[in-house]
């Protein structure tokens, strides 16, 4: 579904922050994105859904392909057309519209047509807290609301990938658990997804494949399950302790290996 | 009494006109954030457009006013793709400067084809008056305000309605959140535009009719609906009609009641609506009905 080779991305001309990053997702899947702040994640998804001439930034090699079609340099709305939809980190609702406003935004490249109604009805029926609040601004739901908010603006796209930029990011673990739900509930609907997260636990309890970057590298992949057990991951991402020894050789290398690549 | 209801319908109607030229500045601002000072510029633009089709050509008026809003749909675009797409995120001030200019380079394009004499659009809304109670009404008056009712109506409409209207208030919000919905920035800006040149051009037919006189002079009357959108709030249709409304009456009533205050000097109406404007900002920061923005506390 979709396929990422070789890609480097430099921003301002200066900074190469992708360093040749592979990645597929196999249609149907969920394919986990994990890695440490600055990694480049969020960079990844921006070359991916186009936009990073936002950010000034640019693909300098590489390729992206959508169904087998090169996406890399298409024009953002032409990109969720065929299909592709993020939800970008941070939330990013458009504060000062109405929940309806928001997902009639969302569904702007689909026009109002019974599509558009479908889906409404659709997210009204996954988020019941959105269906409660529809006219109420976006500004003052609560974070999980707005998180909800802005992945039911991605399904009024129809979209047959979703990328969600970590969507449980300063959320109560309750929440963190609906929105997992939710995400399951749109992929086993038929929708693709990339799931970017710091939280690992929730991440590779629903992928079937991972990834994890550093510093604009892919250092470790494989099916979801691998990861899992991986001690690497678990030890880093997943705050499961080895075999609980606590020399100061521990710890030392604990030092050298929470970077798996100079 | 009589004589004040009388002052005050003729400040409505100036005030309409001023609501107009208001309006076009807000969608701008609204949907891009810039302060457009080219507005007089299409104002005068319109105007002479409107003067060329119905007097130059003498066809019917109706046809007159909506070829003008066309051009001043097409100028107001084309200002756009040309002037202001180079200065996307160059700092607003540099957009401002180009506004700027932009006025200059419209105000001699006017006078190099039209020259600087007072023309006339003539009479096309007729001079009857209607009579209520103690108060006449120039029926042109009338139009005036209607018109800028119907045009602050459909705006409303558009922007809580249409898919176009709420993509664009998207896009004021948050331009990269709107482009991964597939909405592109770009058209909206050029819509914003255009919208904003036919508006100029409605607010420059009424100003330049009746009672009116086309010179290139009243692109300056851009001016006087600066004060209106401060004053009523520069995101907010509503707060332009209703701050041209304000500006209208006020000027209309100092001159009519303050011209015996000698010692105010006999101009004192040209600069009440910065009066206004100073007064109400200094009650309300963000005008009568500009947001703040809306934060979660
Ligand atoms: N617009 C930009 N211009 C220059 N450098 C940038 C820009 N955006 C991000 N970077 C840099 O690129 C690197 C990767 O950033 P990115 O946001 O992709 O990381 P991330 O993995 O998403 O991190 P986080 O988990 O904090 O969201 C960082 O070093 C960051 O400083
Ligand atoms: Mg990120």
């Known amino acids: ?31 986990a994105v994990l890695g440490a702040n600055g990694a480049g994640k969020t960079t990844l998804l921006r070359a991916i859904t186009g936009l990073l001439g936002v950010h000034r930034g640019a693909i300098t090699k590489g390729t992206v392909e959508f169904d087998g079609k090169r996406i890399d340099g298409m024009e953002p709305a032409n990109i969720v057309r065929m299909g592709m939809s993020q939800v970008m980190e941070g ?119 991972g990834y994890v970057l550093e510093t604009g590298r892919v250092v470790k992949d494989g099916p979801a399950e691998k990861l899992r057990d991986d001690a690497d991951i678990r030890e880093f991402y997943l705050g499961i302790a080895g075999e609980g020894r606590r020399s100061f050789r521990d710890i030392k290398s604990y030092r050298r290996r929470k970077r798996w690549s100079a | 009494m009589s004589d004040f209801l009388q002052v005050t319908v003729q400040g409505i109607a100036a005030g309409s006109k001023y609501a107009l030229v208001a ?42 006013v909506v070829l003008a809003m066309v051009g001043g749909a097409i100028i107001g675009a084309t200002v756009e793709r040309v002037a202001l797409r180079p200065m996307i995120g160059q700092p607003p001030f540099a957009a401002i400067m180009i506004t700027i200019g932009v006025l200059f380079v419209l105000e001699q394009i006017v006078t190099s084809i039209w020259g600087f004499d007072t023309l006339n659009l003539g009479d096309p809304w007729g001079n009857d008056r209607i009579a209520a109670g103690d108060v006449t009404i120039a029926v042109r008056n009338l139009w005036s305000v209607g018109l800028a009712g119907a045009a602050l109506l459909a705006f409303f409409l558009f922007f809580r309605y249409s898919n176009t209207g709420v993509a664009m208030r998207a896009t004021a919000l948050d331009p990269e959140a709107a482009l991964a919905q597939g909405i592109s920035p770009g058209r909206v800006y050029t819509l914003a535009w255009a919208v904003s040149g036919a508006v100029a051009a409605l607010a420059g037919v009424t100003l330049a009719s009746g009672s009116g006189q086309l010179s290139p002079g009243i692109g300056y009357v851009a001016l006087a609906a600066f004060p209106a959108i401060i004053l009523g709030g520069l995101d907010s249709p509503a707060g332009a009609v209703l701050g041209g409304l304000l500006i209208g009456v006020s000027q209309a009533l100092t001159a009519r009641y303050l011209a015996d205050w000698s010692w105010l000097g006999t101009n004192f109406h040209t600069v009440m609506p910065y009066v206004l404007m100073v007064l109400i900002l200094l009650v309300r920061p963000y005008g009568l009905f500009g947001t703040r923005e809306v934060q979660r506390v």
Request: glycine share 12%; hydrophobic share 50%; net charge positive.
């Open chain 1, 91 to 209: 939330r990013r609702t458009f504060a000062e519209l109405t929940v309806d406003e928001n997902l009639r935004a969302g569904a702007y490249t689909k026009g109002s047509g019974p599509e558009t109604k479908a889906n409404f009805e659709k997210v009204m029926d996954l988020f019941p807290v959105l269906a409660k609040r529809r006219k109420s601004v976006a500004g003052y739901l609560s974070g999980g609301e707005q998180q909800m908010l802005v992945i039911g603006r991605a399904l009024m796209q129809s979209p047959r990938l979703l990328l969600l930029d970590e969507p449980s990011l300063g959320l109560a673990p309750l929440v963190v658990e609906q929105i997992r739900d939710i995400i399951v509930g749109v992929n086993e609907a038929g929708t693709s997804v990339v799931l970017v997260e710091q939280n690992a636990t929730m991440a590779l309890s629903i992928a079937t494949v």
């Open chain 2, 23 to 64: 309006l076009g500045f807000v969608v701008i601002f609204k949907a891009t954030g810039v302060i457009n000072f080219a507005q007089g510029g299409f104002v005068l633009f319109g105007a002479y457009l409107a003067y060329n089709v119905g007097t130059t050509w003498g066809l019917p008026f109706v046809f007159a």
């Open chain 1, 1 to 31: 579904m979709l396929r990422v080779r070789n890609l480097e991305v430099v921003y301002g001309g200066v900074a190469l922050v992708l360093r040749g990053i592979s990645l597929d997702v196999p249609t149907g899947g969920v394919a």
